[in-house]
């Protein structure tokens, strides 16, 4: 009896330290900062990241788990971390437009062949959202240093409600 609670407390503790494992990502060990997301080793394994300012992953609605990437669906968000300058103005596109309305909160603007709407975050930071002919594409400021790009399926018209996943998700991954 004994020998099964040591096993099983030991099966738990090695779950456990892979479950808070941190997946760091560098280009070279030369690199001053290397990215740091709080993930599995499991999970780090689906992450690209082949130098640059940009780490790539595949994230599945609503488990929050990095999947394997693969081609989009109801269930699966790509999620883009881009590592942008302190002068990055993702309201540029913006600047001298009136919106064209305002539905619960959110600005609509005409974007040339689409529809662009701009809203504010969770954490105060501006989101854009644009739909293409199957998808439909959004920006959130995450930080001074993290622009969020991700892409989900028109299925979900909740546009707050897929934002407001995406900034827990890497909320939760970059702490």
């Known amino acids: 009896m004994v020998i099964k609670i040591l096993v ?4 738990l ?3 456990s330290c892979l479950a808070l494992a941190e997946c760091t990502l560098n ?4 690199e001053e900062r290397p990215y740091k997301l709080n993930i599995s080793e499991g999970e780090c394994k689906f992450v690209r990241y082949g130098g640059g300012r940009t780490v790539s992953m595949h994230v599945k609605y609503p488990d929050m788990k990095v999947v394997y990437p693969r081609v989009i669906n109801d269930s699966v968000v790509p999620i883009y971390l881009v590592y942008v300058s302190k002068e990055f103005n993702q309201n540029a596109v913006f600047e001298g437009k009136k919106p064209l309305g305002v539905r619960d909160g959110i600005e609509i603007y005409e974007g040339g062949s689409s529809v662009l709407r701009r ?5 105060g930071n501006p ?4 739909d293409g002919q199957y998808t439909r594409v959004a920006d959130h400021l995450f930080s001074k240093e993290i622009n969020i790009s991700y892409q989900y399926t028109l299925k979900h018209e909740n ?8 900034f827990d998700f890497v909320n939760k ?3």
């Open 8 to 11: 099983v407390f030991a099966g």
């Open 13 to 15: 503790s090695i779950y």
């Open 27 to 30: 280009e070279s060990l030369q």
């Open 119 to 123: 809203f504010v975050g969770r954490n």
């Open 127 to 130: 989101v854009t959202v644009s």
């Open 159 to 166: 546009l707050k409600e897929m934002d407001d996943f995406v």
């Open 173 to 175: 991954i970059t702490e």
